[in-house]
């Protein structure tokens, strides 16, 4: 046997360095590595910093399940001195949570456990939430934060609302988000042409270039026969057919009705609503081509009773007459033709397939045209889509990339289904849209803020949830009828077009309000949105503003003082108007000031005196949103510039 | 020497000791029987079967192996949960907080899958020698039993990082299970504690890597290694066992004839 002394020593030396190693790598491991460059760091910086230790600090939420040990390395986060120092010790910038309470992966996501700088980021397959992008940490917000809108997350608020503008859930489980406004399909046999639907079904931003509804990608068949199956509806939703088509509408208008039709569709104001050839409102549907899309029957009826043809519209029933309807319909008809489009082609024959209606079901449920219309006997089809109430939390290996050559993450995945939706899968059916760049980012902004994990209701901030109030009786039946929701707010609900009208009795004068409903102008001419001309019967002009001015009141707006107006006031109230704070410079007075607020002139027959004073004395108070500086009037000025505002016209009364 | 002298005849000493040094070849003897930790060990070793292509060590390696896993284990132990939300954790912080945690990890890891194919390679070289036949088929059965042991311990270890791979290592494993006739389904619920992966089937199979599993692999081992001293030594591979030589009463084989012992010496010389 050999002497096996020297080999043993030997291995046991090796085995000896080899032990070593792990120590040794111990000791040079980022976190013990950053903290001293850290201490090196704040030698030359001109404040005195404590030194830290070489330790492992981390943030503890157990509410949260959050441990992150991200402050072991980013050592100056709080501190501004930081501002300009390099990586990881850069101070943070606008940080609206403290690190010591949340963590830092609530927001950034990544991997909080992490000890070095790579495995921190959470690339790899054994974490499955990397650190957001820079524009996606907003998301992150809309975890805790179930408010409409997120304070400092503009992408995640708008994300949201194009979730909704798009209705993405239509076909989606969406939390938070409802299903938004259906357009009906009932009665479209009668709306619109084949022609047209087929041109609609092919391309509908070819049509309509703004239009929210995307395009399927169909084939020339199934176009056939979708829009074959469509034509057969012609019912409303209701069951009834449409009113007959007057006779003077069916041959050649004469050329009077047509001038009254377009007097008519002046005052009527329908472009604050509607836009012709994109000039106008943004708010209802662009009305430049309407009649090469609808034809002058369905344009008749709608115009008459619109929510008999389309449930749930916020198109007003305009008070017009008979006749002023075969005005406005006939000019409409006349005038609003696509003049571009190429004369009837019917050079391809088509044979209508026997069986289009079976098959033009089906189409209509393959691609479930029913989670955006409501079509009568054929039920909405709910959560049609993949589910992406918890998109935040789905787990990498869920997400099928197919063929597509983008990078493996989460992030490029929503981008590149959001741009070409049928790129990844063959079987894919979800529709083209038309997001730009920056719709893209916000809507996936908005997609990762949604997820099932419960959070602590002591880090949530709930949606306010105001009960709702009906307006009943009579002028709940008008409020109804001219749809005045779409624009104005009666106790917390309604559009944000036009003012809250809440608490309008106590600022409004009940005469000012019959005139403006008889004639309504503009009190603020640089909107664009303008009070349309609704057309109301006299009836109806007598009930509003009595309503109006007797149950739309605060009592903190009507306060118990005397408003005597003496010329005293009046020139004090000038003064303060002109010299102390200015007010032209925003506001007109006798066609002198400035454009942002509203001009000043004849307001004493528009406002009650108490709610000018109230108003003057806390802008905010009652539109957070108003620009109007507060300037914190003392009462006896405030009062004095009531006087003066509303002294221009009263003083002649008095 | 002195000093030495009297500390080993002192009463302290020769309470512990026995026998005594072994300074005569009946001490010896003495010393390894009255050993717990030597009287598994043959009192003599022909040197033969020290030989490293005779066993190429591989029995001793699987007993290396055993032993830092073994010391792994318990350090692991100390950091380790076994409960769905910190399992995964725990594994994190090994990785990224506890001193010298990766490397403790990976010695545990790479000693079991060394294990395993170091097991059983042994088992191919017992094969190959002949190394079962009588009278060593019993201790065939048990290495055999030593070999399942293994792979059970390192499939229960499999699942407990937490991770999908385990996870869905568990779930294929188990549902092989279930494919047993008639009592698959109730072999995979005893298994998981349940019908699904989760809370249980981690403790289950905690408490099976963690203390059954390694209490039968070290009795099994003790038999093992008894056997091979019963069984008359460790096989050479070279020279075989006489069929007929055997004393069954004794439970002992003596292996080689005189004969052969002889052969032998004057071989070496």
Known sequence: ?654 | MKYYDKIMKGRIARSIFRTGLPTSNYRKSLVILNNLFLHIHPVKVKKSTLKFTSTFYLGALSFGLFIILVVTGIYLMFYYHPSVPLAYRDMKDLEFAVSNGKLLRNLHRWSAHAMVLIVFLHMLRVFFHRAFRPPKEFNWVIGVFLFVSTLLLSYTGYLLPWDQLAYWAVSVGTNMMKATPIIGDDIRFLLLGGNVIGENALLRFYVLHCVILPLVITMLIGVHFWRIRKDGGLSSGSKQVADGKRDMILGKNLGVSTEEVLNDRDAEK
């Open chain 1, 1 to 654: 046997m050999r002497d096996l002394t020297k080999p043993f020593g030997i291995i046991s030396v090796l085995f000896f360095i080899i032990m070593a190693i792990s120590p040794v790598k111990e000791h040079y491991r980022e976190w013990r590595i950053y903290p001293r460059e850290y201490n090196e760091y704040i030698k030359d910086l001109p404040q005195r910093i404590t030194p830290v230790q070489e330790t492992v600090k981390q943030v503890w939420v157990p509410e949260l399940d959050v441990v992150d040990r991200c402050t072991t390395c980013h050592l100056g986060l709080t501190n501004a001195a930081f501002r300009d120092a390099p990586q990881p010790f850069k101070s943070h910038p606008e940080m609206y949570h403290q690190p010591e309470r949340f963590g830092c992966t609530p927001c950034h996501q990544g991997q909080g456990l992490a000890t070095n700088v790579e495995s921190s980021f959470g690339f790899s397959k054994d974490w499955e939430y990397p650190m957001f992008s820079s524009p996606f940490v907003e998301s992150s917000c809309g975890t805790c934060h179930n408010e409409d809108s997120v304070s400092h997350a503009p992408l995640l608020n708008r994300g949201k609302e194009l979730l909704a503008e798009y209705n993405c859930a239509g076909c989606h489980n969406i939390t938070g988000i409802d299903r938004g406004f259906i357009p009906s399909l009932d009665g479209i046999g009668n709306k619109v042409s084949k022609e047209w639907l087929k041109r609609w079904l092919t391309n509908p931003s070819s049509v309509s270039q703004n239009t929210v509804m995307p395009d399927f990608l169909l084939s020339e068949e199934e176009v056939e026969l979708l829009s074959d199956f469509l034509m057969t509806f012609t019912e409303t939703t209701d069951g009834s057919e449409l009113d007959p088509l007057p006779e003077v509408l069916k041959s050649e208008i004469p050329e009077s009705l047509f001038d009254e039709g377009e007097t008519l569709f002046r005052n009527a104001r329908c472009i604050s609503c509607h836009s012709i050839n994109s000039k106008g409102g943004t708010i209802a549907v662009e009305l430049g081509t309407v009649a090469s899309k609808a034809s002058k029957h369905w344009i008749y009826n709608f115009i008459k009773n619109p929510s008999k043809l389309q449930p749930g519209i916020t198109m007003p029933q305009y008070g017009f007459s008979e006749e002023e309807i075969q005005a406005v319909t006939a000019y409409i008809s006349e005038e609003f033709i696509d003049w571009d489009l190429s004369e009837e082609e019917e050079s391809t024959e088509y044979q209508t397939d026997p069986n289009f209606f079976e098959k033009g079901l089906k189409i209509y449920r393959t691609y479930n045209c029913g989670g955006c219309h409501s079509l009568s006997g054929y039920p909405v089809v709910e959560n049609f889509g993949p589910d992406l109430s918890d998109l935040r939390n789905k787990p990498h290996y869920q997400l099928e990339f197919g063929q597509k050559d983008i990078p493996h993450t989460k992030e490029q995945y929503i981008i590149g289904k959001l741009k070409d939706p049928r790129g990844f899968l063959e079987n894919s059916l979800m529709p083209q849209f038309q997001f730009d760049e920056t719709e893209v980012l916000t809507i996936t902004t908005a997609l990762f803020s949604l997820q099932n994990k419960e959070i602590p209701a002591k880090y949530t901030v709930k949606k306010e949830v105001v009960p709702s109030i009906e307006v009943q009786g009579e002028f709940g039946k008008i409020v109804e009828k001219y749809q005045c929701l779409t624009c104005h707010v009666i106790f917390d609900k309604g559009g944000t077009v036009a003012p809250d009208l809440t608490k309008s009795g106590s600022k409004l004068q009940g005469k000012w309000i019959k005139e403006y409903f008889k004639l309504p102008y503009t009190v603020r001419p640089i909107l664009t949105e303008r009070m349309p001309n609704l057309f109301m019967s006299n009836e109806e002009i007598e009930i509003a503003p009595n309503f109006i001015t007797g149950v739309f009141r605060d009592d903190e707006l009507e306060p118990e003082i005397e408003f005597l107006f003496s010329d005293e006031l009046i020139t004090k109230g000038k003064d303060l108007y002109n010299n102390t704070y200015g007010c032209q410079s925003c506001h007109q007075l006798q066609g002198q000031g400035g454009y942002v607020g509203p001009p000043l002139d004849d307001l004493s027959k528009r406002l009650k005196p108490g709610w000018v004073f109230k108003r003057l004395k806390d802008p905010q108070k009652y539109d957070p949103d108003i620009p109007e500086p507060n300037f914190n009037l003392t009462d006896e000025e405030a009062l004095a510039l009531t006087a003066f505002i509303l002294g221009q016209g009263n003083k002649n009364e008095k």
